[in-house]
């Protein structure tokens, strides 16, 4: 490094040349990328909806949003591309809710909850609801959706394959506030109902 440095003080002028050089190539010139904003602009789509349900707003901290991004006529097919998303503005950054792959802790979920919430009998259904908006099941799948307490946890029936439940565990202090949620893919015999 110490070479390079000493040869472009020995000749500074092939030392601007080379850097302005690389500056320039590396920048697209401003009616490229308007010809380009333009391209995708006309091709695709996207509208933000807020989800103003009163169980997102009753149970949770920040706002939802659902976000439908369609792309059309890229190759002069007349096939679109949708893409969905969930959203949550925590009020510093969009987030998407955690990614479910195979029995997972969900601590983001927990601290988006509201601190007055409390889930209980009454508030059980309106917690499935919002289970509904943020972590919607496939329309392909069957409707295997319940709830029931047992041993200080909530369980929210999502899915169900092969006679076993999958769905989200959520563990409650003796006063119904949420101290912890999971999703399992398998519930043992002795917690389902």
Request: with cysteine.
């Amino acid at each position: 490094m110490a070479q390079i440095q000493t040869k472009f003080i020995r000749n500074p002028i092939a030392g601007f040349l080379l850097l302005f050089t690389t500056l320039g190539f590396s920048q697209n010139d401003t009616e490229t990328i308007l010809r380009l904003d333009n391209f995708i602009n006309s091709s695709c789509t996207t509208n933000y909806n807020q989800i103003t349900s009163e169980s997102v707003q009753n149970i949770l901290k920040h706002d939802v949003f659902y976000i439908t991004q369609e792309t059309k006529n890229i190759y002069g097919e007349k096939e679109k591309e949708v893409h969905e998303f969930i959203v949550v503005d925590t009020g510093l950054e969009v987030k998407r809710f955690e990614r479910i792959k195979t029995d997972t802790p969900l601590p983001e979920l927990r601290s988006y909850i509201r601190e007055d919430f409390i889930l209980n009998e009454a508030s059980a259904s309106n917690f499935q609801a919002l289970l509904d908006y943020i972590y919607p099941i496939a329309d392909w799948k069957p409707d295997k959706r319940e709830f029931f307490f047992k041993n200080g946890k909530w369980y929210f029936l999502r899915d169900a394959y092969f006679r076993t439940k999958q769905g989200f565990e959520i563990t409650v202090n003796p006063k119904g506030k949420i101290t912890h949620i999971c999703y399992k893919m398998r519930w043992d015999e002795h917690e389902s109902k």
